[in-house]
Structures are given as structure tokens and as C-alpha cells.
């Protein structure tokens, strides 16, 4: 059962859109959310985290916009650019237990020059 | 700042051997170490969670006897791959975070191919 989902699978937009990415969770408990950014051959990098007291987060042309009441939760990447085309995955904790963190599948994101 | 390293970044070894692979981290106290297998079909798995002065937890279908962990002080890990087969292919991710902090910030990971 998976118990983070993620939409698309892959999507491709061209520079200077803004890319939305998916995500959607199971477990009520979950109230912090990270996202991390993959490129290939390397490990994820943290890019942005929200928690569930909050319905918005931004940073650098990264934001997070979260639904407690819907469970899901999106990741919008402002003017993208080449540099960003990588896999985004959304991944959801308890903060009183984050030490186990529970990964979407992913989405890889393209952007084309 | 805050990073991880591990190393090898890859490795190949014969099925049927064993390889060890190690986490470092830099700038913080690991207090938790989080060892994770990425695959294409698996997405993350999670092998186990050690965090100093506790005993190591594995996950469902990980057992100590196939992956045994070390975790000796606040900023190395080690983990080994028992008796390799094809199955155990992957990327081998270590996750570690400080006490009181919920970032859990990833190494490269270690990309193991058995032979």
C-alpha cells in the first residue's frame, strides 16, 4: 500500500513555466512534509518542507501550497528552468517520530530550453 | 552546513559476497542514521533506523543478519551487504538527522551492482 502518492509520474514544461507537482497522503498523523530533489546519480537533496500547521511555504521559487482538510499537497516550481529538470520526491513524517519518512514515487520533471 | 557523505559511491561485487559501505556526516550530530535502498521498481525502502544509545530497528523483509549496521558515534555509520544476490541491487542511501530537528539530510548513496 503506498502510502504516498505522487502525480505526475513525469511531466515536461518548457523554461520559464511553472511546473506543479502532486502529491497526496494516506495517514492523518503525517504533519511534516519535505520535498527532495534528485538529480540522477546522486542522493535527494532537500528542497523544501512544510508543516501541517501550515498551508503555504516559500522559498526561491519554491512553493509548497497543503490541504490538511483534502490530505494533499502540491509543489510549484516558479519560472523553471533547465538546471531543473530532475525527480521531485514528496515524502510525509510524524513530527513526533520523524526519523521514519515515508517517499512518494516520484516525479520527474523536464524542462525544455 | 549540514552534509553526508558515503562512500564508495559504487561498487561491484560477485553474488554470493559481501561489501561494506559507510556514512559520514559532517556539520551535525547524526544522532538518528537512516538506511534506505532506492531502486526503479521500489521507489525508497527502508532497511533500518539506528539512532545512537538504541537499539537498531529493521524494517519488515530487513533483518541484521543480511544487513548488520554499526552506528559507534554521532557522526559514522556503517552498513553491510551479507551474501549478495541480484535482488540486493541498488542505491544504497543513508539518512541522518540531529536531535530535535526534523531535516533528514541524504548522502549520495552508494550504487551497488552484483554480478
Known amino acids: 500500500q503506498q502510502q504516498v502518492r505522487q502525480s505526475p509520474q513525469s511531466l515536461t514544461v518548457w523554461e520559464g513555466e511553472t511546473a506543479i507537482l502532486n502529491c497526496s497522503y494516506e495517514n492523518s498523523a503525517f504533519d511534516y512534509f519535505p520535498w527532495y530533489q534528485q538529480f540522477p546519480g546522486e542522493g535527494p537533496a532537500l528542497l523544501i518542507a512544510?508543516?501541517?500547521?501550515?498551508d503555504k511555504k516559500e522559498d526561491g521559487g519554491f512553493t509548497i501550497f497543503f490541504n490538511k482538510r483534502e490530505k494533499n499537497l502540491s509543489l510549484h516550481i516558479k519560472d523553471s528552468q533547465p538546471g531543473d529538470s530532475a525527480t521531485y520526491f514528496c515524502a510525509a513524517s510524524e513530527t513526533s517520530n520523524t526519523d521514519k519518512v515515508v517517499f512518494g514515487t516520484g516525479t520527474r520533471l523536464q524542462v525544455s530550453p | 552546513g549540514a552534509l553526508v557523505y558515503q562512500y564508495p559511491r559504487r561498487t561491484i561485487c560477485k553474488s554470493g559476497t559481501s561489501m561494506r559501505m559507510e556514512c559520514q556526516a559532517v556539520g551535525f550530530q547524526a544522532t538518528s542514521v537512516a538506511w534506505y535502498r532506492q531502486s526503479p521498481q521500489k521507489t525508497f525502502e527502508l532497511i533500518a533506523l539506528s539512532t545512537v544509545n538504541s537499539a537498531i530497528k529493521y524494517e519488515q523483509n530487513f533483518t541484521q543478519e543480511k544487513f548488520p549496521i554499526s552506528h559507534p558515534n554521532l557522526s559514522f555509520s556503517s552498513m553491510t551487504v551479507l551474501n549478495a544476490y541480484l535482488e540486493d541491487r541498488g542505491l544504497y542511501l543513508c539518512g541522518a538527522r540531529d536531535w530535535g530537528v526534523y531535516e533528514q539530510y541524504f548522502g549520495p548513496g552508494t550504487r551497488l551492482t552484483v554480478l
Open positions: 512544510i508543516r501541517s500547521v501550515s
